[in-house]
T-cell receptor, first 112, second 116 residues
Framework: KQEVTQIPAALSVPEGENLVLNCSFT??????LQWFRQDPGKGLTSLLL???SQREQTSGRLNASLDKSSGRSTLYIAASQPGDSATYLC???????????WGAGTKLIIKP | EAGVAQSPRYKIIEKRQSVAFWCNPI?????LYWYQQILGQGPKLLIQ????????DSQLPKDRFSAERLKGVDSTLKIQPAKLEDSAVYLC??????????????FGPGTRLTVL
């Protein structure tokens, strides 16, 4: 059974710092991995999707990497801003199961 | 294009009462999902529709939860009777294509349910 873990559960950093969020999964037979952002009172927004054959994806100040063999993904945020404050969740879909399996998220606070 | 709409945004009920949530997906999206997100946890898929057919309802507690998607557009999720452990945010999402693994899911703002 696939399990997704995100550590730490919460992170607070000063504005301007580069930071890394971590996601690990127990079954390497994944189809893809996605990173989402969740703002309070709002739904989730998809940030990046990495296919299992890819090593990384970039969008603006965000870069997500995937190491399928070790069951890990990282989300790198460059030059953090207060507007980046949110909860970041990763989710994986399996080769044989379409269902997304989600981590509990990392709550990120960027201090001005 | 308009996003995924959900109502109500908040609902407080007592245990053993019934409640219903409504979702209007993005126009033209074939796939619709209902998720349950308990505080401090990631979302858990309750049910997935492709057009008006059920693809996956393996985690739906069918003794108390039901869902339908009439005419392949709007959807309702019902809980009857509610339990304390049903307190959560109920998220609706939609995606354009049938193969949801390759497609972006768009989420509504959710309905926060509190069962007293």
């Amino acid at each position: 059974k696939q399990e997704v873990t995100q550590i730490p559960a919460a992170l607070s950093v000063p504005e301007g710092e580069n930071l890394v969020l971590n996601c690990s999964f127990t079954d390497s037979a994944i189809y893809n991995l996605q990173w989402f952002r969740q703002d309070p009172g709002k739904g989730l927004t998809s940030l990046l999707l990495i296919q299992s054959s890819q090593r990384e994806q970039t969008s603006g100040r965000l870069n997500a990497s995937l190491d399928k063999s070790s069951g890990r993904s990282t989300l790198y945020i460059a030059a953090s801003q207060p507007g980046d404050s949110a909860t970041y969740l990763c989710a994986v879909s399996g080769d044989s199961n379409y269902q997304l399996i989600w981590g509990a998220g990392t709550k990120l606070i960027i201090k001005p | 294009e308009a996003g995924v709409a959900q109502s109500p945004r908040y609902k407080i009920i007592e245990k053993r009462q019934s409640v219903a949530f409504w979702c209007n997906p993005i126009s033209g999206h074939a796939t619709l999902y209902w998720y349950q997100q308990i505080l401090g946890q990631g979302p858990k898929l309750l049910i997935q529709f492709q057009n008006n057919g059920v693809v996956d309802d393996s985690q739906l507690p069918k003794d108390r939860f039901s869902a339908e998607r009439l005419k392949g557009v709007d959807s309702t999720l019902k809980i009857q009777p509610a339990k304390l452990e049903d307190s959560a945010v109920y998220l609706c999402a939609s995606s354009r294509r049938v193969d949801s693994r390759t497609d972006t899911q768009y989420f509504g703002p959710g309905t926060r349910l509190t069962v007293l």
